[in-house]
């Protein structure tokens, strides 16, 4: 019994360590980003959940209407994506179309993102922004990597400027 009760506080003090130390990195990345796109409250990305929210808000900046791989979504609600994948996630029967909420959601928000660290169009970067949803250590190394400079938010061709 003691054993076992070893291997699960070991197991659980990993689990806690490997979330704080996702949760250092994802916020190091997105303060990086924030930071060069010129946005005055880099703490934000510090906010659990909520900076998901601001990168989306800075990464749609001037747009009516985001195209989001062929779909035109009302940017003021495609801002809120995050909160529709949690919600479909917390339903246990509905797995499938939470992963393919998140690669459709974050794999469009990756694309901005790389699109801006590279000065490019969106549409170049479709499929590594799928890839990154689905491999999010991709924006990790790709945004810690970049160079610290100015970068101008990227738009699709296809997205409805205001």
Do not use: C
């Not at 490997?18 to 906010?47: F, H, Q, R």
């Amino acid at each position: 019994m003691r054993q076992f009760l070893t291997l699960s506080g070991g197991f659980g003090f990993g689990s806690i360590t490997m979330l704080a130390i996702d949760y250092i990195i994802t916020s190091l990345t997105l303060v990086k980003i924030l930071k060069n796109i010129g946005y005055p409250k880099s703490e934000y990305a510090w906010i659990p959940v909520f900076n998901i929210y601001v990168l989306a808000t800075v990464m749609t900046k001037g747009i009516k209407s985001t195209n989001a791989f062929f779909v035109n979504i009302p940017t003021n609600r495609y801002r809120l994506g995050w909160l529709v994948i949690m919600l479909i996630s917390i339903i246990p029967r509905l797995g499938t179309l939470a992963l393919l909420a998140r690669i459709f959601y974050y794999g469009d928000l990756y694309a901005r993102v790389y699109a801006s660290l590279e000065h490019d169009s969106v549409d170049n970067y479709n499929g590594i922004g799928i890839i990154s949803a689905l491999v999010p250590i991709i924006v990790v190394i790709k945004t810690l990597s970049a160079p610290d400079m100015p970068i101008k938010v990227e738009h699709r061709n296809a997205d409805i400027l205001e």
